[in-house]
């Protein structure tokens, strides 16, 4: 019998944007011979030679580089295919293109490459005149050109040929039936393989009996480009999930198979593994064919399943553990200055700080590379981001970086299908259009969105969208010097783009006040107040007490403290005094409160003393009746988010199936950071997490990545849990609405007890975050810190979500028309596109990103969902949620502690400690504390989104009663006594209480009917938090009727500005009474 021709297995590098650098490649090629996978393609569309300017030969430098990354793939027995793209603009009746194509393609020989292809793919299918007087067909003149260069190269062994129509959805009618197929298979020299994708661009499954048809068509078995995990159409998604979906037995209807995998190095290591598991299964199948039949061979594999994709994934696994943990463990592995930030205190920003500043060294920061990234800052161009613009390299430098961002990307890469491209800046990855034109543009410059910030002064640095050049010995590149550890200028850069507390118009303009930090991406809003010796003790340098090595989410655990964690009974005397404790059933029945449970009870009524002593106006009784400050009831006390769900609710609950620890009573209570860091139900191990925080990561934590990352048409186990958890919610959310629809509380009883399971889903998730920024190696963290942690901000805002729909919607209209249906976004703005089965995995926008986002009620506004990751990633825990009445004091505190000032204005605050809380958050606490959420570390909370959902209500209520309450705290005269660091904020206090309010105009109200207020404190310098606070507060708003939202910013407080303007907001153009300082801002939602 013949020998069988060997059958190439391995990967090409054929995606859109920033091509592998050559260690990447070299790393490659040792995962290719460890799964004993033979070959590699070298396809990367953006280089510019391979492409663009593929008549340009190498220079001595590249042509030595290459010759380098040759010798290399040889040495591990891997064969280097040199791939050359040029039918973009190849003039194929030109004698002097075709001789340049050869040329090329001799030097290449001339370096040790045996083995060629040539690229037709995603190209326009129409030929210029001169083509069309030669050849009848873009057929003929493609076949002419590839019949040529095969001989003229000496009919090599390996010579593969790219046809335009490279997958029976882009054939017309179909592949049997195609003019251009039937030629190409005529014309072309038998020699000459050809390649295919399968059904469509990125196809879910590949059979035996469709490419069946394609062999006969084509007169030889075509080598498949399988671009399952092709990942450059859709800037939110990456897949790590097993190769699955290729029948058994296809190897024999094939000569080959090249899997195009993720733009991303490090995200390849399941793909490429799974695959070599794969590949050997279908070669001991096809050890059988001496003996029997090549149709009984492949039934009987598909019989014997001898290749299992979970199987091959467990496999993967554990490899996968070990090699990040491996490369963790490597000198230079870890990415230096990532702890948790500082609770307190920390580096003081300075006024025009550069150095370290934020920066985006591309539009698209899922393309950060390390290892030397060659990070080029591409120039702005005028095209639409819906076109796409996209970066073009030379031949990457020897430690340039990972890809271009997927701002820049097309297709699938390679015959990875004719799309226009999806781009990072407009949130929206465009959908796949046959025969689209290829673009060549530059990528669009990228705003980075800001935090809302306390304007307590304000920012003197500029706004601006363009994006800034990383020098190549940059840190984030590797190829200088280390990365700037946050106690360094890196929180500095990152400060400047997280919200802060805004005291008022007025303090922005003050001319003592340092202003704070800026960059060029955008500016962060918010003072920051000094640093005391005491804060300075409690800095992540401090030395740890006992007492706070108990409570800390990073010290040691002991055995004893295990057995008492997060999960373990509470005493009646706890919980009685925490906010987040059981409620037993004694406590249900036991009717009203002690006055000194009361007072520590975060649902407890607040007594008439207290009243008198609080900073807010006194509650009348009616107010006290209906507000979220009432007793609750026994029958309240069962429908409350915080109630016990007892072992017979559990059981009845429609839920997913729930473990023996979650059935038993335990409330919908919020996780804090410090349960979140240490919960016994996260991935980690208690006695894991006893030995370090930066343990390596474990078995289940990175299945939990993958399973969250899966594959382009089918979501992982912990995905699918999130979905079905939050879509079940957001469905039977009226259950648990205002007022109830659900006498006997079955119902709410049900949700509540799926809304615990996905809140615990939503800590794990947050916690793999902060695990993998805690301990993965540089290399794999720049790769998928970008995707995790957009999912982390998500499901920040989606948790807390959860937890407001609790008791705060609205199941009625308003009687003014001003909410309106609750739940009308439900069936209209983001209703579900129903997509049929042929659509490719671009239309399903997002992925798990995509679903979750179009759950929320503004899931429609993109620019609220976008923002570039942080350069330094931080592994601080946070939790969003809705207030609590205890928070009050902690969230003054921050006010506080917000604002630099001198001694002088110390003794002020001293003495009235509320003021500048009463002057920000009074009103909302006092008036609209359903629509209050706060933001809370390991610290307690650090950020507040307040609301109003009928903003005139409100303004009415707040100048009749609250205000005249409040004025009897602060004399007019109080902060008078001259100028002084600080003073400015106080005195546009005063003057907020003591002078008649500015009205809004009626038509702001009527287009934009609720009110916003946003700010963090200076320890907060994640973005991505704030951004959640932004969108869990206007999803309340927008849940319960509200169409538009507008704040009040002063046109000196730049940070606030941009925040906001970052967020979707515009300058109102009303004339606003006499305050020309001050400014509106709005947006629909």
């Given at each position: 019998?013949?020998?069988?021709?060997?059958?190439?297995?391995?990967v090409?590098?054929?995606f859109?944007?920033?091509?592998?650098?050559?260690?990447?490649?070299?790393?490659?090629?040792?995962?290719?011979?460890?799964?004993?996978?033979?070959?590699?393609?070298?396809?990367?569309?953006?280089?510019?030679?391979?492409?663009?300017?593929?008549?340009?030969?190498?220079?001595?430098h590249?042509?030595?580089?290459?010759?380098?990354?040759?010798?290399?793939?040889?040495?591990?027995?891997?064969?280097?295919?040199?791939?050359?793209?040029?039918?973009?603009?190849?003039?194929?009746?030109?004698?002097?293109?075709?001789?340049?194509?050869?040329?090329?393609?001799?030097?290449?020989?001339?370096?040790?490459?045996?083995?060629?292809?040539?690229?037709?793919?995603?190209?326009?299918?129409?030929?210029?005149?001169?083509?069309?007087?030669?050849?009848?067909?873009?057929?003929?003149?493609?076949?002419?050109?590839?019949?040529?260069?095969?001989?003229?190269?000496?009919?090599?062994?390996?010579?593969?040929?790219?046809?335009?129509?490279?997958?029976?959805?882009?054939?017309?009618?179909?592949?049997s039936?195609?003019?251009?197929?039937?030629?190409?298979?005529?014309?072309?020299?038998?020699?000459?393989?050809?390649?295919?994708?399968?059904?469509?661009?990125?196809?879910?499954?590949?059979?035996?009996?469709?490419?069946?048809?394609?062999?006969?068509?084509?007169?030889?078995?075509?080598?498949?480009?399988?671009?399952?995990?092709?990942?450059?159409?859709?800037?939110?998604?990456?897949?790590?999930g097993?190769?699955?979906?290729?029948?058994?037995?296809?190897?024999?209807?094939?000569?080959?198979?090249?899997?195009?995998?993720?733009?991303?190095?490090?995200?390849?290591?399941?793909?490429?593994?799974?695959?070599?598991?794969?590949?050997?299964?279908?070669?001991?199948?096809?050890?059988?064919?001496?003996?029997?039949?090549?149709?009984?061979?492949?039934?009987q594999?598909?019989?014997?399943?001898?290749?299992?994709?979970?199987?091959?994934?467990?496999?993967?696994?554990?490899?996968?553990?070990?090699?990040?943990?491996?490369?963790?463990?490597?000198?230079?592995?870890?990415?230096?200055?990532?702890?948790?930030?500082?609770?307190?205190?920390?580096?003081?920003?300075?006024?025009?700080?550069?150095?370290?500043?934020?920066?985006?060294?591309?539009?698209?920061?899922?393309?950060?590379a390390?290892?030397?990234?060659?990070?080029?800052?591409?120039?702005?161009?005028?095209?639409?981001?819906?076109?796409?613009?996209?970066?073009?390299?030379?031949?990457?430098?020897?430690?340039?970086?990972?890809?271009?961002?997927?701002?820049?990307?097309?297709?699938?890469?390679?015959?990875?299908?004719?799309?226009?491209?999806?781009?990072?800046?407009?949130?929206?990855?465009?959908?796949?259009?046959?025969?689209?034109?290829?673009?060549?543009?530059?990528?669009?410059?990228?705003?980075?969105?800001?935090?809302?910030?306390?304007?307590t002064?304000?920012?003197?640095?500029?706004?601006?969208?363009?994006?800034?050049?990383?020098?190549?010995?940059?840190?984030?590149?590797?190829?200088?010097?280390?990365?700037?550890?946050?106690?360094?200028?890196?929180?500095?850069?990152?400060?400047?783009?997280v919200?802060?507390?805004?005291?008022?118009?007025?303090?922005?303009?003050?001319?003592?006040?340092?202003?704070?930090?800026?960059?060029?991406?955008?500016?962060?809003?918010?003072?920051?107040?000094?640093?005391?010796?005491?804060?300075?003790?409690?800095?992540?340098?401090?030395?740890?007490?006992?007492?706070?090595?108990?409570?800390?989410?990073?010290?040691?655990?002991?055995?004893?403290?295990?057995?008492?964690g997060?999960?373990?009974?509470?005493?009646?005397?706890?919980?009685?005094?925490?906010?987040?404790?059981?409620?037993?059933?004694?406590?249900?029945?036991?009717?009203?409160?002690?006055?000194?449970?009361?007072?520590?009870s975060?649902?407890?009524?607040?007594?008439?003393e207290?009243?008198?002593?609080?900073?807010?106006?006194?509650?009348?009784?009616?107010?006290?009746?209906?507000?979220?400050?009432?007793?609750?009831?026994?029958?309240?006390?069962?429908?409350?988010?915080?109630?016990?769900?007892?072992?017979k609710?559990?059981?009845?609950?429609?839920?997913?199936?729930?473990?023996?620890?979650?059935?038993?009573?335990?409330?919908?209570a919020?996780?804090?950071?410090?349960?979140?860091?240490?919960?016994?139900?996260?991935?980690?191990?208690?006695?894991?997490?006893?030995?370090?925080?930066?343990?390596?990561?474990?078995?289940?934590e990175?299945?939990?990545?993958?399973?969250?990352?899966?594959?382009?048409y089918?979501?992982?186990?912990?995905?699918?849990?999130?979905?079905?958890?939050f879509?079940?919610l957001?469905?039977?959310?009226?259950?648990?609405?205002?007022?109830?629809?659900?006498?006997?509380?079955?119902?709410?009883?049900?949700?509540?007890?799926?809304?615990?399971?996905?809140?615990?889903?939503?800590?794990?998730?947050?916690?793999?975050?902060?695990?993998?920024?805690?301990?993965?190696?540089?290399?794999?963290?720049?790769?998928?810190?970008?995707?995790?942690?957009?999912?982390?901000?998500?499901?920040?805002?989606?948790?807390?979500?959860?937890?407001?729909?609790?008791g705060?919607?609205?199941?009625?209209?308003?009687?003014?028309?001003?909410?309106?249906?609750?739940?009308?976004?439900?069936?209209?703005?983001?209703?579900?596109?129903?997509?049929?089965?042929?659509?490719?995995?671009?239309?399903?926008?997002?992925?798990?990103?995509?679903?979750?986002?179009?759950?929320?009620?503004?899931?429609?506004?993109?620019?609220?969902?976008y923002?570039?990751?942080?350069?330094?990633?931080s592994?601080?825990?946070?939790?969003l949620?809705?207030?609590?009445?205890?928070?009050?004091g902690?969230?003054?505190?921050?006010?506080?502690?917000?604002?630099?000032?001198?001694?002088?204005?110390?003794?002020?605050?001293?003495?009235?400690?509320?003021?500048?809380?009463?002057?920000?958050?009074?009103?909302?606490?006092?008036?609209?504390?359903e629509?209050?959420?706060?933001?809370?570390?390991?610290?307690?909370?650090?950020?507040?989104?307040?609301?109003?959902?009928?903003?005139?209500?409100?303004?009415?209520?707040?100048?009749?009663?609250?205000?005249?309450?409040?004025?009897?705290?602060?004399?007019?005269?109080?902060?008078?006594?001259?100028?002084?660091?600080?003073?400015?904020?106080?005195?546009?206090?005063?003057?907020?209480?003591?002078?008649e309010?500015?009205?809004?105009?009626?038509?702001?109200?009527?287009?934009?009917p609720?009110?916003?207020?946003?700010?963090?404190?200076?320890?907060?310098?994640?973005?991505?938090?704030?951004?959640?606070?932004?969108?869990?507060?206007?999803?309340?708003?927008?849940?319960?009727?509200?169409?538009?939202?507008?704040?009040?910013?002063?046109?000196?407080?730049?940070?606030?500005?941009?925040?906001?303007?970052?967020?979707?907001?515009?300058?109102?153009?009303?004339?606003?009474?006499?305050?020309?300082?001050?400014?509106?801002?709005?947006?629909?939602?």
């Amino acid at each position: 019998m013949a020998e069988r021709p060997r059958f190439l297995c391995g990967v090409v590098e054929g995606f859109y944007g920033r091509p592998w650098s050559m260690d990447q490649r070299k790393l490659l090629f040792q995962w290719l011979r460890r799964r004993g996978l033979n070959c590699y393609m070298y396809a990367p569309k953006d280089e510019l030679k391979h492409r663009l300017l593929w008549r340009e030969p190498y220079t001595e430098h590249e042509a030595a580089r290459l010759r380098s990354l040759i010798e290399a793939a040889h040495e591990q027995a891997v064969e280097f295919i040199f791939a050359i793209s040029a039918g973009q603009d190849m003039v194929f009746s030109s004698a002097g293109d075709r001789l340049l194509l050869q040329q090329k393609l001799r030097q290449v020989a001339a370096m040790g490459c045996r083995s060629f292809a040539l690229l037709f793919d995603d190209i326009d299918p129409c030929m210029c005149q001169a083509d069309r007087n030669v050849f009848p067909s873009l057929a003929q003149a493609q076949a002419s050109v590839a019949n040529e260069v095969y001989q003229e190269l000496g009919q090599p062994s390996v010579f593969l040929f790219c046809p335009t129509e490279y997958c029976s959805s882009l054939c017309s009618p179909s592949p049997s039936q195609s003019c251009y197929l039937q030629t190409i298979g005529q014309e072309l020299l038998p020699g000459i393989g050809v390649i295919w994708t399968g059904p469509k661009v990125v196809s879910q499954e590949l059979s035996a009996a469709l490419l069946e048809e394609v062999e006969a068509v084509l007169r030889r078995r075509p080598v498949i480009w399988d671009n399952l995990y092709a990942n450059d159409y859709d800037c939110r998604r990456v897949f790590l999930g097993p190769y699955m979906g290729r029948a058994p037995g296809l190897t024999s209807r094939l000569h080959g198979l090249l899997l195009n995998p993720n733009c991303e190095l490090q995200a390849n290591f399941i793909p490429i593994h799974t695959l070599g598991t794969w590949f050997r299964s279908e070669m001991e199948s096809c050890a059988h064919s001496d003996h029997a039949g090549t149709e009984e061979v492949a039934a009987q594999g598909a019989q014997d399943g001898s290749y299992s994709p979970q199987e091959a994934l467990e496999l993967a696994l554990r490899d996968w553990v070990a090699e990040i943990n491996q490369q963790a463990s490597e000198p230079g592995g870890r990415t230096p200055g990532r702890p948790s930030v500082s609770l307190k205190g920390g580096p003081r920003l300075q006024p025009g700080t550069a150095v370290g500043q934020e920066v985006t060294p591309d539009p698209q920061p899922h393309s950060s590379a390390p290892g030397g990234a060659d990070q080029h800052s591409p120039e702005p161009c005028g095209a639409a981001p819906e076109q796409g613009c996209r970066e073009v390299t030379s031949e990457p430098e020897e430690d340039s970086g990972n890809r271009t961002p997927a701002g820049h990307q097309q297709s699938p890469a390679g015959a990875g299908g004719q799309l226009a491209t999806g781009s990072r800046e407009s949130c929206e990855p465009s959908s796949g259009v046959a025969g689209s034109a290829q673009s060549g543009g530059i990528p669009v410059a990228t705003k980075t969105l800001p935090g809302p910030s306390p304007t307590t002064s304000s920012s003197t640095g500029a706004d601006t969208s363009q994006n800034i050049s990383l020098p190549a010995s940059d840190a984030r590149t590797g190829g200088g010097s280390p990365i700037q550890s946050p106690s360094s200028t890196q929180p500095e850069a990152i400060r400047a783009d997280v919200p802060q507390t805004p005291p008022g118009p007025g303090a922005a303009a003050s001319p003592c006040a340092p202003a704070p930090l800026t960059d060029e991406l955008g500016a962060r809003p918010g003072p920051m107040a000094p640093v005391t010796p005491k804060e300075a003790g409690s800095g992540p340098m401090a030395p740890v007490t006992p007492k706070e090595a108990r409570t800390s989410p990073t010290s040691q655990v002991t055995p004893e403290e295990v057995v008492s964690g997060p999960m373990a009974p509470v005493t009646p005397e706890e919980a009685r005094t925490s906010p987040t404790s059981q409620v037993t059933p004694e406590e249900v029945g036991s009717g009203p409160m002690t006055p000194k449970e009361a007072r520590t009870s975060p649902t407890s009524q607040v007594t008439p003393e207290e009243a008198r002593t609080s900073p807010m106006p006194p509650v009348t009784s009616e107010e006290a009746g209906s507000g979220p400050m009432a007793p609750v009831t026994p029958e309240e006390a069962r429908t409350s988010p915080t109630s016990q769900v007892t072992p017979k609710e559990a059981r009845t609950s429609p839920m997913a199936p729930v473990t023996s620890e979650e059935a038993e009573p335990g409330p919908t209570a919020l996780m804090t950071p410090k349960e979140a860091g240490s919960d016994p139900t996260a991935p980690l191990s208690p006695e894991e997490a006893a030995s370090s925080p930066t343990a390596p990561l474990t078995l289940e934590e990175v299945r939990m990545l993958v399973e969250l990352f899966y594959l382009p048409y089918h979501h992982g186990a912990l995905a699918r849990e999130l979905l079905e958890h939050f879509r079940w919610l957001r469905a039977n959310s009226l259950s648990v609405g205002v007022p109830a629809t659900a006498p006997d509380a079955c119902g709410g009883t049900r949700w509540r007890g799926r809304a615990q399971s996905f809140q615990q889903l939503c800590a794990r998730t947050c916690r793999l975050h902060s695990r993998l920024v805690s301990t993965a190696g540089r290399a794999l963290l720049y790769d998928l810190h970008p995707y995790l942690w957009d999912i982390r901000n998500l499901l920040l805002a989606a948790s807390a979500f959860v937890l407001w729909l609790d008791g705060h919607l609205l199941c009625e209209p308003d009687p003014k028309g001003t909410w309106g249906n609750c739940f009308g976004w439900c069936q209209s703005i983001t209703a579900p596109i129903l997509l049929g089965r042929d659509a490719e995995p671009w239309a399903r926008r997002g992925g798990l990103f995509g679903e979750l986002q179009a759950l929320l009620p503004v899931g429609n506004s993109c620019d609220l969902f976008y923002h570039p990751p942080p350069l330094f990633p931080s592994s601080q825990l946070y939790l969003l949620r809705p207030l609590l009445p205890l928070d009050k004091g902690e969230l003054y505190r921050m006010c506080r502690e917000s604002l630099d000032c001198d001694p002088k204005v110390a003794e002020i605050l001293v003495a009235h400690p509320d003021l500048l809380g009463d002057r920000l958050l009074g009103s909302f606490l006092s008036l609209s504390p359903e629509y209050t959420f706060v933001l809370e570390d390991e610290g307690g909370p650090c950020g507040y989104a307040a609301g109003a959902l009928h903003a005139e209500g409100f303004l009415q209520q707040r100048d009749s009663s609250w205000l005249p309450a409040v004025r009897h705290k602060y004399p007019p005269d109080l902060g008078t006594a001259g100028s002084a660091l600080g003073q400015d904020a106080l005195e546009e206090a005063v003057l907020f209480f003591h002078e008649e309010p500015l009205a809004v105009p009626q038509p702001v109200l009527r287009r934009f009917p609720s009110l916003v207020q946003l700010g963090t404190a200076p320890r907060v310098l994640d973005v991505g938090a704030s951004r959640s606070l932004a969108l869990c507060l206007l999803s309340a708003l927008r849940a319960n009727g509200s169409r538009g939202v507008f704040c009040q910013v002063s046109d000196a407080d730049r940070q606030q500005l941009s925040f906001y303007s970052k967020l979707g907001f515009v300058a109102l153009p009303v004339a606003w009474g006499s305050s020309p300082g001050a400014q509106l801002l709005g947006r629909l939602l």
